[in-house]
């Protein structure tokens, strides 16, 4: 029972991050919790799969993709990933993710607002060492707190990349980063042979849950899109705040 209900809360961590090009982890690591699945078997399982979903989501938005800023990101990311292990050690982990969850709602509420009353903001931050800091954060939230998805969205919101190419550079730099979180994690032993085998259940079932949500993407405004994103980072602050 509990080995279906755990295929079918990564299934739907899988739709999500194919629909909004990110979030499965801050989505289904709370459901797995919930279920009081093992947290090491998590972590793997929810690693894997953010690598496995990102491979089709970066061939399919390659044509978006800047590589540029994507090696910029990455380089911030490597840098921040052994701030972000010292960070867990050191911090007060409850602090952090609550700060970051007052951080993702009030930011997502105001730009929401902006948008409903039609006021429009200038890109920000668009010298290229930004990019090294957004990467940096990046990894740091993403080695730490599994959430290294999270600061490039904002990121991109404020750079007003267009959605096409947040998608590309978003699935790009899952990708590049995902192989050095799965590698650590296997390293570290949390890989084991029942994530093997949920693998082995979860990954043919991606043929069906993947382009399902590209067809929902295909039929989603790129502008309605844009609200949605920034409604899933007041959601994804509620349920962080919750969770810490």
């Known amino acids: 029972m509990l080995f279906g209900i755990v295929i079918l809360i990564a299934l ?10 990110f979030g499965e982890a801050l989505v289904t690591m709370p459901l797995l919790a919930l279920v009081s699945f093992d947290l090491k078997t998590s972590v793997a399982l929810i690693g894997a799969l953010g690598l496995i979903v990102a491979l089709p989501g970066a061939i399919r938005y390659r044509v978006h993709i800047n590589f540029a800023v994507v090696r910029r990101l990455v380089t911030g990311s490597i840098l921040g990933v052994p701030v972000g292990i010292l960070l867990i050690k050191f911090v007060d982990a409850t602090l ?22 039609h006021q429009k903001s200038q890109p920000r931050f668009q010298a ?13 939230m ?15 919101t404020l750079k007003k990349w267009h959605v096409l190419e947040l998608r590309g550079i978003l699935q790009a ?3 590049c980063v995902g192989i050095i ?20 259940w979860i990954v043919p079932l991606l043929l069906i849950v993947i382009p399902t949500g590209n067809w929902l993407v295909d039929h989603i405004d790129p502008n309605q899109m844009v609200k949605y994103i920034y409604g899933l980072l007041i959601i994804f602050g509620i349920m962080l705040f919750l969770k810490a």
């Open 12 to 21: 739907f961590g899988a739709l999500v991050r194919t629909v909004f090009g």
């Open 173 to 175: 730099h899952f990708l």
């Open 142 to 156: 993403g080695s730490a707190y599994n959430s290294h998805g999270v600061p490039i969205v904002v990121y991109g």
């Open 96 to 117: 952090i993710m609550r700060i970051l969850a007052v951080f993702l709602v009030v930011y997502g509420s105001y730009c929401l607002i902006r948008i409903y009353r």
């Open 128 to 140: 290229n060492g930004w990019d090294y800091l957004a990467g940096l954060i990046s990894g740091i």
């Open 181 to 200: 979180v799965v590698a650590s994690q296997a390293i570290a032993g949390f890989w084991s042979l029942e994530v093997w085998e949920l693998l082995l």
